[in-house]
């Protein structure tokens, strides 16, 4: 359950486990289905699985992408507020805008790392110690392509069983995205000794290195950097 506090969130944090604990995380089959570079320097794709601190923390660390920025997808922007979302009646998610060269990350394997080690895609409405639909595993496609790799890679996922429960991923077209407030930018690296962090976040960049050393980079991108 979110915390009332700022800066935590879930009340529980420092007992909580790491999101994927049951099933640990591991190398997923690429795409079969991804996008054909077309010269284009930048993309954005829209993401949300559980807390945005560590979905930002994760992304910030591949290769091609050029910026993340914390916020909230799914409903309107005057409700797009770290207090109002909390109350789960907003429809937001807390996502991550991660902006990217294709040249050199494409679409699809921003999905691989998203569906691996960014979060536990088989969670319904819920990731780690973090209850509610704010929380949930949802793709907010901001065109057609996108539309058609996400939906094919989730069920080539299912087909394979590469999981031992069904992906509950949503796939809603991109409506709007609001950036959180600023002291939830790069949280993760600005408080890497917070226990939420260590337990449920820091476990996920060691995993991404790990498992895609060829996607990752040791140095983040930061939005405080721009």
């Known amino acids: 359950m979110r915390s009332i506090l700022p800066g935590l969130c879930a009340a529980l944090a420092?007992?909580?486990?790491?999101?994927?604990a049951d099933q640990a995380p591991k190398s997923i089959p690429a795409p079969l289905v991804d996008e054909a570079h077309t010269g284009a320097t930048s993309e954005t794709a829209v993401l949300a699985g559980g807390c945005f601190w560590g979905q930002q923390g994760v992304f910030e660390h591949v290769k091609g992408v050029q910026q993340v920025v914390a916020g909230y997808s799914g409903g309107a922007a005057v409700t797009a507020h770290y207090e109002i979302v909390g109350t789960e009646t907003t429809g937001h998610a807390e996502s991550v805008q991660i902006e990217f060269d294709p040249s050199q990350v494409t679409?699809?394997?921003?999905?691989?790392?998203?569906?691996?080690?960014?979060?536990?895609?088989?969670e319904l409405n819920?990731?780690?110690?973090?209850e509610g639909t704010s929380y949930r595993s949802n793709i907010f496609y901001a065109s057609a392509e996108q539309q058609k790799i996400a939906?094919?890679?989730?069920?080539?996922l299912g087909k394979a069983h590469v999981f031992a429960d069904p992906v509950v991923t949503r796939v809603d077209r991109l409506a709007g995205f609001y950036p959180a407030e600023g002291y939830h930018q790069d949280y993760l690296i600005h408080n890497p000794d917070?226990?939420?962090?260590?337990?449920?976040?820091?476990?996920?960049?060691?995993?991404?290195?790990?498992i895609y050393p060829e996607l990752y980079r040791?140095?983040?991108?930061?939005?405080?950097e721009r």
């Open 14 to 20: 420092l007992f909580a486990l790491p999101a994927c």
């Open 107 to 122: 679409y699809g394997q921003i999905l691989r790392v998203y569906f691996s080690v960014a979060h536990d895609p088989t």
């Open 126 to 130: 819920r990731q780690g110690p973090d």
């Open 151 to 156: 939906q094919a890679y989730i069920a080539q």
């Open 194 to 210: 917070s226990g939420y962090i260590q337990i449920n976040d820091l476990p996920k960049i060691a995993n991404l290195k790990r």
């Open 218 to 224: 040791d140095k983040p991108v930061m939005v405080t």
